[in-house]
């Protein structure tokens, strides 16, 4: 059974940091780009980056460039996004997301950020 699990939400006050993982089982990373999403309460689920199959590219949104930083680690099937400076519109419950072709195929259960002073 295919499956993305995340974790590594918690509470955290403007300006720190946080480090989530979303670990698959069940597919090959080989084959699915793997992409993490936020919702915020009152608003519609949006991108926030993501990273190709091969691991070697990765693309942000424009709220994201310069403080959130994906990556991969095949090994321990794992994707990681890292983000520094958090700012209080970062808070949100974040979903990680597999897709093979264009369609965001596979959805973990999410996980909560909340950024507050």
């Known amino acids: 059974q295919l499956q993305l699990v995340e974790s590594g939400g918690a509470l955290v006050q403007i300006g720190g940091s946080l480090r989530l993982s979303c670990v698959k089982s069940?597919?090959?990373?080989?084959?699915?780009?793997i992409g993490w999403f936020r919702q915020a309460p009152g608003k519609e689920r949006e991108g926030v980056s993501c990273i190709s199959a091969s691991g070697d590219r990765a693309q942000y949104t424009d709220s994201a460039k310069a403080r959130f930083t994906i990556s991969a680690d095949q090994a321990k099937s794992t994707v990681y996004l890292q983000m520094n400076s958090l700012k209080p519109e970062d808070t949100g419950i974040y979903y990680c997301?597999?897709?093979?072709?264009?369609?965001?195929?596979?959805w973990g259960q999410g996980t909560q950020v909340t950024v507050s002073s």
């Open positions: 069940g597919f090959s990373f080989d084959y699915y780009a």
């Open positions: 997301a597999a897709r093979r072709n264009t369609v965001w195929e596979y």
